[in-house]
């Protein structure tokens, strides 16, 4: 097995960065909008959304127990909130913030979105949620994961090594025999997972088509054209697909975890200090700023 060698440690420097007074949780992306949770966990005070030029709103939260798993699906916002035993799905606009809640369940929910379609993972069910309600797209014989949505479709994780391709109507499109422990991600005709060390992007049939060696046990964050994003501990690491480039970001007073997204080859993120009186760090660097990560 080849591992990959230790990458070079680059400093980030964003082109804009919002400071919180609480800490900020994992980064949501679509539409060059990101959003997160801002707040101590499990209590959560509000979702903080922001563009590369800046803040566009702060909606509130609709209950006081929230996990971290917040979508932002082009002008919607879903969230899940802890009520005793029960799970809600809670879904809103950035237009019209007072959160609707969609599902109430027992089952661990996984929410994924993008651009018109949220969708939700609630053990072995399959849900979809719209504006006007849910909509149940079907049920299989054991838990599932909702791993991503790209278009009008979603991506399931069966099991560690089985993924599934479903429509927006609950249809299954395709069923694939992929290892992604390290989680998988639906890209256009591309399927891209990390497994045994390494990031593999496969064709819609199962087939690699390109292989990249990782560090460690790596996460699976994000993908975007040639450039992935993937965690090691509590490092992100940036790489480059077309030459195998690989650097560790170092975020400037990183206490814990850092969190990131792509967008048109530019990142957003979200980590936290670990002093000061605004912790929380919630920014963008551009696609330049990037390019001279990978330079260095």
């Known amino acids: 097995m080849v591992h990959a060698p230790s990458p070079p440690i680059v400093a980030v420097q964003p082109a804009a960065e919002i400071r919180t007074a609480s800490p900020v949780n994992e980064v949501t992306v679509d539409g060059g909008l990101a959003a997160t949770l801002v707040g101590e966990t499990p209590s959560w005070e509000y979702v903080l959304v922001w563009s590369p030029k800046g803040i566009v709103v702060r909606p509130n939260l609709a209950c006081d127990r929230q996990e971290s798993d917040l979508v932002l699906a082009g002008d919607r916002l879903a969230h899940v909130c802890f009520e005793g035993n029960t799970n809600t799905v809670l879904t809103a606009t950035l237009h019209r913030t007072t959160s609707v809640p969609q599902l109430h369940t027992s089952a661990f929910v996984v929410l994924a979105g993008h651009g018109s379609l949220i969708a939700g993972s609630a053990g072995r069910t399959l849900w979809r949620f719209d504006p006007a309600g849910k909509t149940k797209l079907r049920t299989y014989t054991a838990s599932i994961i909702a791993l991503d949505v790209d278009g009008a479709r979603i991506l399931i994780g069966r099991n560690k090594s089985v993924l599934e391709i479903v429509s927006r109507s609950g249809k299954t499109l395709t069923t694939l025999k992929i290892p992604h422990l390290g989680g998988a991600l639906l890209r256009g005709a591309h399927i891209a997972s990390i497994?045994?060390?390494?990031?593999?992007?496969?064709?819609?049939?199962?087939?690699?088509?390109?292989?990249?060696?990782?560090?460690?046990?790596?996460?699976?964050?994000?993908?975007?054209?040639?450039?992935?994003?993937?965690?090691?501990?509590?490092?992100?690491?940036?790489?480059?697909?077309?030459?195998?480039?690989?650097?560790a970001l170092r975020f400037k007073g990183q206490f814990?975890?850092?969190?990131?997204?792509?967008?048109?080859?530019?990142?957003?993120?979200?980590?936290?200090?670990?002093?000061?009186?605004?912790?929380?760090?919630?920014?963008?660097?551009?696609?330049?700023?990037?390019?001279?990560?990978?330079?260095?």
């Open 195 to 247: 497994a045994n060390h390494r990031f593999v992007l496969s064709d819609l049939q199962g087939k690699a088509v390109r292989t990249r060696p990782v560090v460690g046990d790596a996460t699976l964050v994000d993908v975007d054209g040639d450039l992935v994003v993937y965690s090691f501990g509590t490092r992100l690491h940036l790489l480059r697909l077309s030459d195998g480039r690989d650097v």
């Open 256 to 296: 814990g975890y850092a969190s990131a997204k792509l967008w048109r080859g530019g990142v957003f993120y979200t980590y936290n200090g670990s002093s000061g009186s605004k912790p929380g760090h919630a920014g963008f660097v551009s696609a330049a700023g990037v390019r001279a990560l990978l330079r260095r």
